[in-house]
Every structure is written in structure tokens, then in C-alpha cells.
């Protein structure tokens, strides 16, 4: 075919052309070469005029713009128009008409087909994309225990794909649990927490490795179990782990995600080290062991930590891809009787006996004395002035 091309040409028209005549340019989103690709296209990304102008010398051959569905290339066509393209075209209807014609197509191979299908949600937002994707894969979160609250953080992080998890917990699985640790499940009661959820993310996304604690977090054994992480997140069910983790957090500067329940009620919040306000800014010291009730004694709705955990989940990976606003320096707070959330500004406390000087950071400490265990959630300060 001579002379200049329709603007759109149909698959069919396409199916029919010559092999050499055309140079076909997949223009969809990363996302997207999941369902695979028409054979020997080249993929330049989802705008592609700019590299198409750089990288492909305009030979005479009719380069085939191949979006999902013919509209962005349809402009991406007029545009390398403007730019003396005499011969660039749109695919009528992209690639999912000629997907839906049966026309022969590439699909994608190997480890990164697997991942182009896995991850193809989140490639598709552009906040996220590829690049953000491949800092998942290759950041490293540790979650402090795997219960109610780390059930859904583990679930969520392994299934977006941060690509190191490492689980501390020292406990059983107990028949108990599983009103609300959804990582579990009845046929693993009696066995150690952590290897239940390797088990479980093992089955959900082989592309996590799970680095597993089976231990006890101590003042002695923190700062070796924590350190090398990007992010802490914080599944535990008590005060002694909670201050331990806030002082361990301000040692090793690594940004702490924050959430507790109790009965109907939770909160979620961002430590970041001396950048915004720390745990002991809004609880200096342990309350008392009778303001601590566990859930043994003061209950807990099943369904209250998956939220407040995906909450965690949702800030932890906004941390690691660098997006959004994290909640440093804001406490959400949520009340599931009445189904309301509120946030609360909280600020630094420049007298706080852990983050007011960097140059002296906190002793770690072990509370288990001073603080029975327990589920309790400290009420949260009356906001002040944004």
C-alpha cells in the first residue's frame, strides 16, 4: 500500500498487510500485557509519541498504534500527525477487538507473565506503575505479631507483593483466634504463628520471602530482629510491645505503622522518626493493668482488626512507594457501632521523654512488669489546633 493511511485501520485491514509494511507500537498500559500482545509489536509505554519520534526513523512504513481499545491511540496517531507522521494509524478498537476476532496474538512467558497477570491492578495506576511495582518487589516490612491486627497486614502486603516479610511472633495458633486471625486457619491449631503465615503466603504469591521470628520482641532482642527493615509495622496486642517497638523504631530511624483495637473501636497512625510525633508523644508512659483489659476479658469484634489492618497495610505500602500523604502526624480513629472515622492532628511533643532529643535516644525497655498485656486502647488526646 502506497500513499497516506486512514487515521484507523481494523484488524482485519491490519491482518492483511504484508509483514515489513507496518511497525506495530503497543501503547497500553503496563497492567494490561497480561492478556499478551499482537505478535512483534514493540512496546513503548502508554505514551509513546515522544519515543516514537526518538526511536523510530520514519521510514515509510505505517507505524500501528495499539492501544486497549483504539482511543488513546487514536490521539497518539493524530498527534505524530502533527509531527509529520503522514503514515501513523490507530488500531480500530485496540487490542481487545482484535483479541475478541481471535486473531493470533503473543502471550506473554515465563516469571514476568506471571507477574504482568498477578500485579496488573496496581500497574495500572499510575501512582503505582511498574516502577512502583518493582520497589515493592523489592522492599523489606516487618510485621510484629500475627494475629488479628497482623492477619490482614500480612495478607494484603504478601498480596501486592512487598517482596520480604518478616513475621515476629512467639505464640500458638489457638481455636480462639480465628474469629479474627484470618491468616489461620483450623487445621494449623497448635502451631507456631509464624510458620502458619509463611504457610498461608506461600500458597497466596510464591514471590515473597518470609524471613520468620519465632520469637519473644524483647528490649535485648529488638534492635538485631528489627534492624535492615524499610518499614515496622505493628500487629501486636499490647502496651509493652507498643513502646518497646516506638523507642526500637527511633533507634534504627526506620517509620512505624501504628494500629490497636479493642472491643468496637480502633485507631491508625504513622510514626516516623523525629519527623512527626512518636507513640510516647501521646502516651508518655504504660497505663495502669487495670486500664489494659485483653480481648480474653474485654472482647473484640472479628471484623474490627481486618480494617484497622488493612488501614496499616494501605499506609505501609503508601511508605515504600512514596505516594499519598501517611498519616504522620494525624490519628484515624474509627468507631464501628456508629461507623465513623475521625482524624485527630496530633503533634510532636517537644518534651517527650523519647523523640524531643535525637542526639539521646530511649533505652529500651521491658514494661511486662509495669503493663499486664492486654488489647486496651488508650483514649487519644482531644485534637488540637490543626
Known amino acids: 500500500m502506497t500513499g497516506d493511511l486512514p487515521l484507523e485501520i481494523t484488524p482485519e485491514q491490519l491482518a492483511i498487510r504484508p509483514a515489513g509494511e507496518s511497525v506495530i507500537v503497543d501503547m497500553r498500559f503496563q497492567g494490561q500485557l497480561g492478556r499478551g500482545r499482537l505478535r512483534g509489536a514493540r512496546w513503548l509505554g502508554p505514551d509513546p509519541v515522544e519515543a516514537i519520534a526518538t526511536e523510530i526513523p520514519d521510514t515509510g512504513a ?3 498504534l495499539v492501544c486497549a481499545e483504539g482511543i488513546r491511540s487514536l490521539a497518539a496517531a493524530r498527534a505524530l500527525r ?29 516469571r514476568e507473565a506471571a507477574r504482568l497477570a498477578r500485579y496488573s491492578r496496581q500497574l495500572l495506576l499510575p501512582e503505582i506503575g511498574e516502577a512502583g511495582q518493582e520497589r515493592l518487589l523489592a522492599s523489606k516490612v516487618v510485621v510484629v505479631g500475627a494475629g488479628g491486627l497482623g492477619s490482614p497486614v500480612i495478607l494484603y502486603l504478601a498480596a501486592a507483593g512487598v517482596g520480604t516479610l518478616g513475621i515476629v511472633d512467639f505464640d500458638v495458633v489457638d481455636v480462639t483466634n480465628l474469629q ?3 491468616v489461620h486457619n483450623l487445621d494449623r491449631v497448635g502451631r507456631p504463628k509464624v510458620e502458619s503465615a509463611a504457610e498461608t503466603i506461600g500458597h497466596l504469591n510464591p514471590d515473597v520471602t518470609v524471613i520468620p521470628h519465632p520469637e519473644r520482641l524483647s528490649a535485648a532482642n529488638a534492635l538485631g530482629v528489627l534492624a535492615g ?22 533507634h534504627l530511624r526506620i517509620p512505624l505503622v501504628h494500629g490497636s483495637v479493642y472491643r468496637f473501636e480502633g485507631q491508625a497512625t504513622v510514626f516516623l ?25 474485654a472482647g473484640v469484634l ?35 457501632l456508629v461507623q465513623e472515622f475521625h482524624t485527630l492532628q496530633i503533634r510532636r511533643d517537644p518534651g517527650c521523654p523519647a523523640c524531643s532529643d535525637e ?10 512488669d509495669a503493663c499486664r498485656p492486654g488489647d486496651g486502647v488508650p483514649r487519644p488526646p482531644s485534637p488540637g489546633p490543626a
Open 62 to 64: 505505517a507505524i500501528v
Open 82 to 110: 502533527d509531527r509529520g507522521y503522514r503514515r501513523a494509524v490507530s488500531l480500530a478498537g485496540g487490542f481487545e477487538r482484535w483479541r475478541a476476532e481471535g486473531r493470533d496474538r503473543e502471550p506473554p512467558v515465563g
Open 180 to 182: 479474627r486471625q484470618v
Open 229 to 250: 527493615y524499610d518499614v515496622i509495622v505493628d500487629g501486636g496486642d499490647n502496651f509493652p510491645v507498643r513502646y518497646l517497638l516506638n523507642d526500637a523504631s527511633l
Open 273 to 297: 522518626p523525629y519527623e512527626g510525633p512518636c507513640y510516647r508523644c501521646l502516651f508518655p508512659e504504660p497505663p495502669p493493668p487495670e486500664m489494659a483489659p485483653a480481648c480474653a476479658e
Open 302 to 336: 472479628g471484623a474490627l482488626p481486618g480494617i484497622i489492618g488493612s488501614v496499616e497495610a494501605v499506609e505501609a505500602i503508601k511508605l515504600l512507594v512514596g505516594i499519598g500523604e501517611p498519616l504522620v502526624g494525624r490519628l484515624l480513629t474509627y468507631d464501628s
Open 359 to 368: 542526639q539521646r535516644v530511649p533505652e529500651l525497655v521491658d514494661y511486662d
